[in-house]
């Protein structure tokens, strides 16, 4: 009897393999078509990722700026800025103080002002610079400075990170022109030709001329005696931005250079200022990537120079640090 059983129940589960293999396995290919093995799905998953992440990187293509006049009488200046001060905020207002390289401290200097028909107020939909620089992905950090436009421009592996106004060397104490690069800091220094200025996040460019960057007043013209003037926020965030020199343990010698910097062009002194031109072409100040080049490739071979030998001598300094805490 239980062999009887058994028998049955062997046939019975041979049946079931018999007609219903066929079925899962033809089920298990239809679902491999269409859900792909875990590898490629991964693939496919990463790569998706991965485009996603790059298009993250990708800066929106600037906006269309359309640039209006106001224009300060100069019997009617005071009654002119009353009505600027009512009609705009005092975000707005500052927006349009830079991009007319005034500060607030400064504005009553206005006589004709260019004003964006959109407000943006980290400027970069007003940037004169271009967004990209393939020739500087290779370069960590640069900041250049445009003479012609009184404006800095700031890259990291070729990418615009912040642009703004600057005021350079008057024409009588002008700006050294080409390649320099950051030396030391200082929050606050005072000035070498006046006791009395105080320069707030100073970085040194030029130690012997005694040549930095660093804020102070920007009254819409070249104006200083060969410094960099910038706003407060620009000179606080390029103070913590910029990289400065290594000396010898004692420091008597250069060992490594800090950011490197290049200024750069000519001012049109005596005649009409580069921004004023924005009312009538929006893309009057805009700087191409061929101009941009022409500064870089000159230099670029002592830019990395510097950079690798900077990497290399920060890289043995942590080593050491690392073996010797009490260092």
Do not use: H, I, Q
């Given at each position: 009897m239980l062999n009887t059983i058994i028998s049955i129940t062997v046939r019975k589960i041979n049946y079931f393999f018999y007609f219903l293999l066929p079925i899962i396995s033809f089920s298990l290919l239809i679902q491999c078509k269409k859900n792909?093995?875990?590898?490629?799905?991964s693939q496919k998953d990463d790569l998706g990722q991965s485009q996603k992440d790059s298009l993250k990187n990708v800066e929106p293509e600037k906006p269309a700026i359309k640039y209006s006049s106001f224009i300060f009488p100069k019997n009617k200046k005071d009654s002119a800025m009353t009505v600027f001060n009512e009609k705009y905020s005092g975000e707005e207002q500052d927006i349009i103080l830079a991009l007319n390289r005034l500060d607030s401290k400064n504005k009553w200097r206005a006589d004709t002002l260019m004003i964006p028909d959109q407000m943006d107020s980290t400027l970069m939909a007003y940037s004169p610079f271009p967004s990209t620089l393939e020739s500087l992905k290779e370069v960590k950090k640069i900041i250049f400075f445009s003479y012609p436009i009184q404006?800095?421009?700031?890259?990291?592996?070729?990418r615009l990170v912040k642009w703004g106004p600057t005021s350079l060397g008057k024409k009588s104490a002008q700006t050294k022109r080409g390649l320099m690069f950051a030396n030391w800091k200082k929050e606050l220094a005072i000035?070498?030709?006046?006791?009395?200025?105080?320069?707030?996040?100073?970085?040194?460019i030029h130690n012997k001329l005694g040549i930095g960057w660093h804020q102070y007043d920007l009254p819409g013209f070249p104006a200083s005696h060969s410094c960099l003037r910038l706003l407060e926020a620009d000179a606080k965030f390029l103070y913590s931005w910029a990289e400065q020199w290594t000396l010898t343990k004692g420091g008597g010698s250069v060992v490594t250079n800090g950011t490197p910097v290049i200024v750069f062009g000519d001012y049109n002194w005596g005649?009409?200022?580069?921004?004023?031109?924005?009312?009538?072409?929006?893309k009057a100040n805009d700087i191409s990537v061929e101009e941009m080049n022409e500064l870089i490739q000159p230099n670029l071979d002592k830019i990395l120079e510097e950079q690798k030998k900077a990497e290399a001598v920060k890289a043995e300094r942590q080593s050491i640090s690392a073996d010797d805490p009490q260092n």
């Open positions: 792909p093995d875990l590898n490629a799905v404006a800095f421009g700031m890259y990291e592996n070729g000035s070498t030709v006046d006791s009395d200025w105080k320069l707030p996040y100073n970085v040194n005649g009409k200022k580069a921004w004023r031109n924005l009312a009538d072409n929006s």
